[in-house]
């Protein structure tokens, strides 16, 4: 079985430039997660899509930040403008349910450096 | 709202002995408990997990884990830890609603 799959892996940009992550879950799962990681600290959720719908996106910085799921399968999550401290890890999680008792499985990763 | 204290964030400990990662947890409403690992450059996943039934648990690894109700703990313990176990370790509660909080992580180094 496919892991969750998210690219680009790394990605270099200055401050006031846009990026985009993409994720692709595991087939099947109706539960995607957008998390950011800062360096020594743990995984922050920014949202969570149930399906094709937000469940929680109380934590996503709309000003700059923003997160879609096509048709309820991938996601993508963008920042326009970014700023420096947005350098972090973008992880993506995927779960099979939607009743918070299964495990999230979780892609490698995207890390951003803003300079 | 939920939160998810790792009271320690490093833990040193020598090859063969035993290991405790303390985590406590804040909730309103009844949750589930997860312990997740992410070893160098590698992503996380999952060790044990807590749903209800027996507060005592067991995971991947020779890991185990202990829900406590009235002092909002689940700490992660292992009785002999081997070099391979270095890695970082994340607590986690998740709602009935699906959403998961983390932990800061702690990062456990085993010294031969």
């Known amino acids: 079985e496919a892991g969750v799959a998210q690219s680009p892996r790394y990605k270099i940009i200055e401050k006031r430039q846009s990026v985009a992550f993409w994720c692709n879950p595991i087939?099947?799962?109706?539960?995607l997660y957008w998390y950011q990681q800062i360096l020594g600290q743990g995984p922050k959720l920014l949202i969570q899509f149930q399906n094709n719908g937000v469940v929680d996106d109380s934590q996503l910085p709309k000003d700059r930040f923003s997160a879609e799921r096509l048709k309820g399968v991938d996601s993508t999550l963008k920042i326009q403008p970014a700023k420096l401290e947005d350098s972090a890890v973008y992880l993506c999680?995927?779960?099979?349910?939607?009743?918070?008792?299964?495990?999230?499985?979780f892609g490698e990763g995207s890390r951003l450096t803003v300079l | 709202a939920q939160s998810v204290t790792q009271l320690d964030s490093q833990v040193p400990v020598f090859e063969e002995a035993p290991v405790e990662l303390r985590c406590n947890y804040s909730s309103s409403v009844s949750v589930y408990l997860f312990w997740y690992v992410q070893y160098p450059n590698q992503g996380l996943q999952l060790l044990l997990k807590y749903l209800s039934g027996s507060t005592l648990v067991k995971g991947i690894n020779g890991f185990e884990a202990e829900f406590n109700k009235s002092q909002t703990s689940f700490h992660l313990r292992k009785p002999s830890v081997h070099i391979s176990d270095t890695a970082e370790y994340f607590c986690?509660?998740?709602?009935?609603?699906?959403?998961?909080?983390f932990g800061d992580g702690t990062t456990l180094t085993v010294k031969p």
């Open positions: 087939s099947g799962h109706a539960t």
């Open positions: 986690a509660v998740s709602n009935n609603a699906g959403k998961s909080t």
């Open positions: 999680a995927s779960s099979p349910g939607t009743s918070g008792t299964g495990e999230l499985f």
